[in-house]
């Protein structure tokens, strides 16, 4: 299996771009859509590098989930797989994460949205809306309007109301009912 089109979606979304080096929250120097390999301040790349490094940061990541597919024995679908991908890309505990797996579906997404933190520790908004949008992916719902919508709160009214974002149809998700308390 393959990441598809709505996998790498995911992953630019929350990566994003930058063509200049930085040092993301965990004070690990970064370039383009998060790739961290080689990386060194003052670092500057093309957008033409940046894709290249996502497509091989890609393969490795890739590479991860299916493993553990395969040591796990279990079979998913596109979404499933798109999710695990961008776990892959994204969590250095990622085979940790995918050991739930092989317990049940239902218990896996609920560890899946406990991994917020950045490797110092700190609990970070945008990993805690990461992780619900690549649980809606997991579940194959629309997660970009949701993860939009969820940008323009603050980290405590995102967690008070997460189980609702679960329990209701989120493709119609208002937050301004989060906002109310409603």
């Known amino acids: 299996m393959k990441i598809s089109d709505e996998g790498i ?29 080689g990386v060194k301040s003052g670092m500057v790349i093309t957008q033409a590098e940046a894709d290249e490094r996502l497509r091989e940061d890609l393969i490795s990541a890739e590479h991860r989930a299916s493993e553990n597919l395969i040591r796990l024995q279990i079979d998913v679908n596109q979404n499933e797989y798109d999710t695990l991908v961008s776990l892959a890309y994204n969590l250095r505990s990622f085979e940790m994460l995918a050991s739930h797996l092989k317990m049940n579906r239902r218990k896996f997404k609920e560890k899946m949205l406990l991994y ?60 301004s009912e989060f906002r109310n308390g409603n």
């Open 9 to 37: 979606e995911i992953i630019k979304f929350f990566e994003s771009c930058r063509l200049e080096a930085y040092q993301d929250s965990g004070g690990v120097w970064t370039v383009g859509y998060g790739s961290t390999r």
């Open 116 to 175: 917020c933190k950045d490797i110092k520790g700190n609990f970070l908004k945008g990993l805690k809306i990461r992780r619900i949008a690549e649980r809606l992916l997991f579940e194959g719902r629309k997660w970009k309007l949701v993860a939009k919508q969820l940008q323009k709160l603050n980290i405590h009214e995102i967690v008070e109301r997460e189980d609702e974002l679960f329990r209701q149809n989120v493709e119609n998700i208002d937050t």
